[in-house]
């Protein structure tokens, strides 16, 4: 890393952590249903019209199992209304290059991907979507599903901070309110802002130009700016363009560039903050915060040394080392840019990319798939994140429990067999997923005639897809072909599956920890508590995250990217 490497990551790291506070804050006032904001004037006649349309009572609270209901069958008719759009593309209005409708399995694949907040592309958007497809079936899920998962996480983080009641919150006014106070003002002003840097807005047709050999080169148009913005504050990720953040029309600037980086991180590390509110015990909003940002920093380091290192085998033709690995790199981020890209993108569930990680070093293309893998619980997806953490938490306070052997604590609150149930259901179902779907198609022919690579590396393409279809990040080791021209559904529908298990299987279990903490009569701390705030509790936490991703995962990692690694150093590529 050079020093101008180090100095742009110490600014991304100093800036994060100054704006986390009044993001924690800001999200304190938006999740309270009674809170005031400062644009309560201008919004708060559009939220109350809502609650009369759906016909709910903001002051009303729900239950789990109410509460999960209202997310699921939501979910559902935004499937449906998502899929009917893309079937009905060649029809509907704002389609200036005549673009086709999707084909049965594409559409189902796409349309769980955007409401599942993974954003999973098997096309190429520019060559795929029309405009009204883009920003009413897929710009929708972006806000909607993102407001969905910062509300879980609100209710989660209710059922800790409550005591004895039933009640979790209400998910249509957290829904309204994280959607009309959160995301859209944001939204509007950074969209403002990329447009200021040069990024594309508007409803023209494509433009075709004369390039210097004489061809003719098509140069897409459309309402960029606005996607570009709720893809990267809602840690989305799903690109506008087939390219994503690596073509110069969503990535015009280094500026851009940076606060994209710094944007998909926003939210997530201001949720931190708010759960320290919410619990009364800021020093564990702070210590859940470090645990994540030590495990991000490794991930950065790793991935850009690995990058930076470059291939011997390349190196043995004559290429110096001081290159470093370019291979998928745009060139105007250099290696340093596109590690820290592939680390923010994979660590917060955001799935947008600036590179192409099938071309990083076994090494380098090891970082962002583990950091899906450990649960995208590094900052996380927007709420996602939050509560795969605090999943996390339940396990490190239950270990600690064990160590001085008494009935563990959280917050003053007893964790019992049915939590750890409840927090070990969550993380099952992912493992099970993601290693099921793999395992399925590693052996069949629809699986490897995807595969644009042979050996570790072919077996990594396919293990990266189903861990970022389960986890819900969206972002791929691109060589795989997920919709190959002869309409093979395999993969289209395997992925579909693996992202409706990755958000909706996994939230069941959640919800249902959330209630049973809300229950618990929370006593005072005890000499024999074990704190969850300082150095001690952090460190335990790190350790429970990798344990339980190294216990998972390493065998299959080390069918892929570790074992690419020896053989890449014995002049072996595939």
Same mark, same amino acid.
């Given at each position: ?137 897929? $710009? ?70 004369? $390039? ?16 570009? *913005? ?35 991180? *926003? ?93 990083? $070093? ?151 920890? *959330? ?22 509790? $952090? ?36």
């Amino acid at each position: 890393m050079h020093t101008t490497d180090w100095l742009q990551f110490a600014l991304f790291l100093g800036l994060l952590t100054l704006i986390t506070k009044p993001m924690g804050l800001y999200l304190m006032q938006v999740l309270d249903a009674n809170g005031r904001t400062w644009i309560d004037p201008i919004l708060k006649p559009f939220e109350k019209l809502t609650y009369k349309l759906i016909g709910i009572d903001p002051q009303r609270e729900q239950g789990w199992k109410q509460y999960t209901a209202a997310i699921l069958a939501f979910s559902f008719i935004g499937v449906t209304f998502t899929y009917a759009i893309l079937r009905l593309q060649d029809v509907l209005p704002w389609n200036p290059q005549g673009l086709p409708a999707l084909s049965h399995s594409l559409a189902f694949n796409t349309a769980i991907s955007f409401a599942t907040n993974t954003n999973w592309q098997s096309y190429g958007g520019e060559a795929t979507m029309s405009y009204f497809s883009q920003f009413v079936g897929l $710009t929708f899920h972006n806000f909607v599903s993102a407001a969905a998962g910062i509300s879980i996480a609100a209710a989660l983080v209710r059922g800790i901070a409550r005591s004895s009641v039933k009640t979790v919150g209400n998910f249509w006014v957290d829904l309204v309110r994280t959607t009309y106070y959160l995301l859209l003002p944001l939204c509007a002003v950074f969209a403002i802002f990329l447009v200021s840097q040069g990024m594309i807005q508007n409803f023209e047709a494509y433009t075709k130009v004369s $390039t210097v050999e004489g061809a003719e080169q098509v140069i897409a148009q459309g309402p960029m700016a606005s996607q570009v *913005a709720i893809k990267m504050l809602g840690t989305n990720g799903g690109g506008f363009v087939n390219a994503n953040a690596a073509h110069p029309s969503e990535n015009p600037t280094p500026l851009v560039n940076f606060i994209q980086m710094l944007s998909i991180f *926003a939210i997530g590390s201001g949720l931190t903050y708010y759960l320290g509110r919410m619990v009364k015990n800021q020093a564990h909003g702070w210590a859940v915060w470090a645990a994540m940002m030590v495990l991000f920093v490794g991930g950065v380091l790793v991935c850009a040394h690995a990058e930076a290192a470059g291939n011997p085998i390349h190196q043995q033709l004559g290429i110096a080392a001081a290159d470093g690995n370019m291979e998928g790199k745009e060139v105007r981020f250099g290696i340093f840019n596109s590690a820290l890209f592939a680390t923010v993108t994979t660590a917060a569930s955001c799935g947008a990319v600036n590179a192409m990680h099938d071309s990083f $070093t076994a090494i380098g293309g090891l970082v962002p798939l583990f950091m899906i893998e450990l649960g995208e619980v590094v900052i996380g997806g927007v709420g996602a994140g939050l509560y795969g953490m605090l999943v996390f938490v339940i396990l490190a306070v239950f270990i600690a429990g064990l160590m001085v052997g008494r009935t563990p604590e959280y917050l003053g609150k007893k964790i019992q067999a049915k939590e750890v149930k409840l927090a070990m259901l969550s993380l099952l179902v992912l493992t099970l997923s993601i290693l099921g779907f793999t395992a399925w198609a590693a052996v069949s022919d629809w699986g490897l005639a995807g595969l644009n690579n042979a050996g570790p590396h072919g077996f990594s393409e396919i293990l990266y897809a189903f861990s970022s279809a389960t986890g819900n990040n969206g972002s791929a080791f691109a060589g795989l072909t997920a919709n190959p021209a002869n309409g093979d559904p395999h993969y289209n529908i395997t992925l579909g599956l693996a992202m409706l298990i990755g958000r909706f299987l996994m939230i069941v279990p959640i919800m249902a920890l *959330a209630e049973s903490l809300a229950a618990k009569q929370a006593t005072p701390p005890s000499a024999g508590t074990f704190p969850v705030n300082g150095v001690t509790f $952090t460190v335990l936490l790190i350790g429970t995250v990798v344990l339980v991703g190294a216990l998972n995962f390493l065998p299959a990692l080390a069918l892929g990217p570790i074992v690419e690694h020896f053989l890449m150093t014995q002049g072996r590529l595939f």
